[in-house]
C-alpha cells in the first residue's frame, strides 16, 4: 500500500485531502507538534522549530504532502505574529527536508503548497507561473516559503509546487466568513468590490494534489486556482443567489479596512488575477470551473 505523510493534515485543506486519499486507497498518515492517540489517522511527532521528526514518520513513505503553516490572517500581523507566520513555513520545510536526506530510500514526490499571495496585488494584469513576485508581507513570506521548498528539490526528490488561491469550502475559511452577514440579510463587499479574487473549490483543490501525486511527470511550479477568477463584487453577488436570499449590499470603503487591519487588509483587497492555464495544459480537469455552481454546491453542503 503507498504511504503518504501530510503534515498539515488536520487544517482545511488537509482534513479534507487526508479523506480523499484515504477513499483512494492510500495510506494516510499525519505529523503533529502533539501526536493524539486516538485521531483519525496514525499520526507522529514533529517539531519544525528544532527540526526534530519522528524518523519512524517517514519509514516506507512514497509522498510526503507539506500543508504546515500558521494561518495568515488567523491574528493580527504583529511583528512576532509576522515571524511566526514565515518561521512556521521556513522550518517545517527545511526538517522535512533534512528528514528526507536521511531516508535510505527517498519518497517519490514532494507536493507542497504555497500560495497566490506570491503575485502581491497586480490590479487588472493576468499572473501566471512566470509573473514576478510582487510586494509586501504577503509576497515576502510566499518567497521565503517557496525558497525553503527549492532546497527539497535540491535533495533529487521530484517537488511540486501548488500557489493555492482562495480556497472555497462548506467547513470553514473563507466562505463561512463572507456568508456570515448574510444572516442578517447584509452582503458587504471590501473596497470598491473590483479586485480579483483568483478562488478555488475545496474539492479541487485536493484533487489537484492527488493529480501531483499521480502524475509522475509533473514538476515545479502550478498555479492552484480555478480557470475563472472573479471579481469580489460578483462573488458576493453570486453567493447572495447560491444562498437564496435577498441582501443589500454595500461596501466597505478600503480606508476603513485599513484603519482596523493594517497592512492585513491586503489579505482582501490585493487584487490577483491568476491564471489555470499551466496546470489545464497539463491535463486536469477542474469539477467546478465556474463560482455560481461551485457556491451552489458548496452553500448545499451546509443546510
Known amino acids: 500500500m503507498t504511504i503518504i505523510l501530510i503534515a498539515g493534515g488536520t487544517g482545511l485543506i488537509g482534513s479534507h485531502l487526508s479523506g480523499m486519499l484515504a477513499s483512494e486507497g492510500y495510506l494516510v498518515r499525519h505529523l503533529s507538534r502533539k501526536p493524539n492517540p486516538s485521531a483519525a ?14 524518523p519512524a514518520a517517514l519509514e516506507g513513505v512514497s509522498y510526503v504532502i507539506n500543508l504546515a503553516g500558521a ?26 527536508r533534512e528528514a528526507i536526506l536521511k531516508m535510505q530510500k527517498k519518497p517519490l514526490g514532494y507536493i507542497a503548497a504555497s500560495a497566490i499571495g506570491f503575485y502581491g496585488d497586480s490590479g487588472e494584469n493576468w499572473l ?6 510582487g510586494s509586501g508581507f504577503l509576497s515576502e513570506s510566499c518567497m521565503e516559503w517557496e525558497t525553503a521548498i527549492n532546497g527539497v528539490a535540491t535533495t533529487g526528490v521530484r517537488t511540486v509546487v501548488l500557489r493555492i488561491g482562495i480556497v472555497l469550502s462548506a467547513k470553514g475559511g473563507a466562505l463561512e466568513k463572507l456568508a456570515m452577514p448574510l444572516r442578517l440579510h447584509l452582503a458587504p463587499y471590501l473596497g470598491n468590490g473590483l479586485q480579483w479574487y483568483s478562488w478555488i473549490h475545496i474539492e479541487d483543490v485536493c484533487r489537484l494534489f492527488l493529480f501531483a501525486l499521480q502524475q509522475e511527470t509533473l514538476e515545479g ?42 497592512e492585513m487588509a491586503d489579505v482582501v483587497l490585493d487584487s490577483t488575477r491568476v491564471s489555470a492555464r499551466k496546470i489545464l495544459m497539463a491535463g486536469f480537469n477542474f469539477r467546478f470551473p465556474g463560482i455560481g455552481p461551485a457556491l451552489t454546491n458548496l452553500m448545499d453542503k451546509q443546510e
Open 221 to 262: 511550479v502550478f498555479n492552484a486556482v480555478a480557470p475563472t477568477p472573479v471579481r469580489h463584487r460578483t462573488l458576493i453577488q453570486e453567493l447572495v443567489g447560491a444562498c437564496q436570499t435577498k441582501a443589500f449590499r454595500f461596501p466597505v470603503p478600503a480606508l476603513f479596512l485599513r484603519m482596523g487591519m493594517g
Open 41 to 54: 489517522f496514525p499520526t507522529y511527532s514533529w517539531d519544525p522549530d528544532t527540526g526534530k521528526v519522528d
Open 128 to 133: 501566471d507561473e512566470h509573473s514576478p513576485s
Open 71 to 96: 494561518g495568515i490572517a488567523d491574528k493580527p500581523w504583529t511583528k512576532a505574529r509576522r515571524e511566526t507566520i514565515i518561521s512556521s513555513r521556513v522550518n517545517g520545510t527545511n526538517a522535512l
